[in-house]
């Protein structure tokens, strides 16, 4: 299990490094390298020391409780993206108040970090549960 959830935050890594290639245009004398250097730099440990355990954590619940089908994919979903909804929404209020509203109270850049991490969480059990399909005798 733990082989495939580091494979599944490898290859999350590779995607998500991609999408910034084709997504990011460079400014500022700044060149992809550096931009992807800054990005791993945040988003590999969020990844190991955030996503991984939640992702344990899932399938743990999933195993002490003997939940199946469907329902496993459902909760285990949910727990994902609400787990990288969540790590946004708490790391923004601790560290930046601001982040959510701009001054006209006014939906800002925080709650779009929200959604996109959970995005980011989503692909993550996405890839997880087809490496599962994939690689069923090793998990």
């Known amino acids: ?79 994902h993206v609400f787990a990288g909804g969540l790590f946004v929404l708490v790391y923004g209020i601790l560290s930046y108040p601001g982040i959510f509203l701009n001054r006209h109270g006014m939906w800002d850049v925080g709650f779009t970090l929200v959604f996109l991490e959970m995005g980011i969480f989503f692909l993550f059990w996405l890839i997880d549960e087809l490496l599962r399909m994939k690689l069923p005798n090793r998990t």
């Not at 082989?3 to 599944?8: G, T, W």
């Not at 939640?54 to 949910?78: A, H």
């Open 1 to 79: 299990m733990i082989i495939r959830k580091f494979c599944s935050t490898a290859i999350l890594f590779l995607f998500l490094s991609i999408a910034l290639f084709f997504f990011f245009t460079p400014r500022g004398g700044m060149g992809y390298y550096a931009v992807l250097f800054t990005f791993s730099l945040y988003t590999i440990p969020a990844i190991l020391f955030y996503g991984l355990p939640v992702s344990v954590l899932s399938e743990w619940v999933s195993k002490k409780y003997t939940i199946t089908g469907k329902l496993r994919y459902l909760l285990s979903g949910f727990v």
